[in-house]
């Protein structure tokens, strides 16, 4: 587990501890970058959204390692976000306007296998990512 203060600065730190993480637990190369990349745009949108870049604020990334499965939980006490409010977006309109931001969630569930929110009014907010290992046949 790890507690970081509401600062973009501090992702660093959670994408090194995340991806050491996930190595450890057997993942290649290319599903850590997939898993850190997660994980930095879900406590970006906290830090930005939930928190709105209030230092003084702190959110806790907690990793599980399962039987065949690495699950990422983020855990803050930020505004509260519903996450059926967002459209999935239209990538080519996307592109084509140049826009920036606003693809944390769509990113978070094209990079994992599951990506979960669980909101409860006056409680905690968190999001949980989950990556299967795909262990090659023997």
Do not use: W
Request: glycine share 6%; with cysteine.
């Amino acid at each position: 587990m790890m507690t970081i203060e509401s600062r973009t600065e501090r992702l660093i730190a959670v994408r090194e501890f995340v991806s050491t993480l996930a190595r450890e637990f057997g993942f290649g190369d290319e599903d850590i970058s997939k898993i850190a990349l997660a994980v930095d745009e879900a406590c970006t949108n906290v830090i930005k959204h939930a928190y709105r870049h209030d230092p003084s604020q702190r959110l806790t990334i907690t990793v599980r390692p399962g039987n065949d499965a690495l699950e990422i939980v983020i855990v803050d006490n930020g505004l509260q976000f519903n996450p059926n409010d967002l459209q999935t977006p239209d990538m080519k309109e996307y592109l084509s306007h140049f826009k920036k931001g606003g693809l944390g969630v769509y990113l978070m569930k094209r990079l994992m296998d599951e990506v979960e929110y669980n909101i409860r009014p006056g409680m905690k907010n968190e999001v949980r990512l989950v990556k299967y290992l795909k262990r090659s046949p023997t």
